[in-house]
């Protein structure tokens, strides 16, 4: 288990403002603690703050298998609690506790969070994304036991099995396309008539044998006890009710970044990811971010924690450049 009683000291000082830090990584997924290895080694003492997900995303997931040096897979908590390890070896600490609000119009940055408040010198943001869910019965019970959000994670299970694919933009063809590559059949569910995805890929999508598109549906319950057996769906338009057998869900609906807080504090697009440039930095100095929250569009534990480690490599030359 994750060792959430190490409770940590300020690697700084705490007066009545707050405890005071030189990196402050908020969030615990493979970002945050690739990050706080990074900057525990570069001697900062970094505190993380995990947020409600200790681990991130990857921690809800069963099995691992493409995180390298892990030749028969990794559990995705066992994989979270390691990185926390490994991170803390070297002098970082944990923090169970959630930022609500930051102030970056001055350093020392100001993050507030439920139970404390923190002054840091530098600030990771690696806040991650969230899957959006569909919001049915069966959904939460059945993720990671045939419902999934990343293909490239999971497809590999689905080795000549039936699956159904939520979805009707560019991720839903493209993960939906992967997919056929293992699943012997691909039923892409879309709740309208046309799809959102681009032309190419709907080309694509309406060549290739092992796909086939029910279109005006829903689906409405995911089925099944120890795995996914079957979906209810229904028709929007005529309002039948039909059970669609099938081993596995792929929801490709969208990603919500975690970057609400950040909001009129730092850039961020049009999708609320937050703008970083090639060396992780924000639109303030000092401020730095990795991982989901920061990337649209590769979405995995490895280049996660690639992005982290990046931005605490930067973080720790923006404070020696600070401190020459
Ligand atoms: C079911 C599932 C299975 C997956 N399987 C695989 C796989 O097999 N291989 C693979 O490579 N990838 C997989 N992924 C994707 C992978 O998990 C993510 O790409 C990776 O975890 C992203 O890392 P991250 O650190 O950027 O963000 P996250 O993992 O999303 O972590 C975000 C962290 O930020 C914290 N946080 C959020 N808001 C706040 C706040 N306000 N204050 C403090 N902390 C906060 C959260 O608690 C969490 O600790 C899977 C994802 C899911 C959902």
Known sequence: MFNLGSVSTPSKTTDDKGKHVKVLVIGSGPAGYAAALYAARAELQPLVLTGMQLGGQAALTHTIENYPGFPEGVGGAELGELFQKQAERFGATTEFDLANAVDFSQRPFKVTTDNSQYLADTVVISTGASPNHLQIPGEVEMTGKGVSYCATCDG????????????GGDSALEEGLFLTRFASEVNIVHRREELRAGAILQKRASANDKINFLWNTIVTEVVGEEK????KMKNV????????????????????????IFEGQLELDDLGYIKVNSQMETSVEGVFAGGEAADPHFRQVVTSAGMGAAAAIQATRYLEAQEA
């Open 156 to 167: 590999w299970f689905f080795k000549d099995k039936k699956v159904v694919v939520v979805g």
């Open 228 to 231: 996914v057996e079957a979906v």
């Open 237 to 260: 338009k005529t309002g039948e009710e039909t059970t669609f057998d099938t081993d596995g869900l792929f929801i490709f609906i969208g990603h919500t970044p975690n970057t609400q």
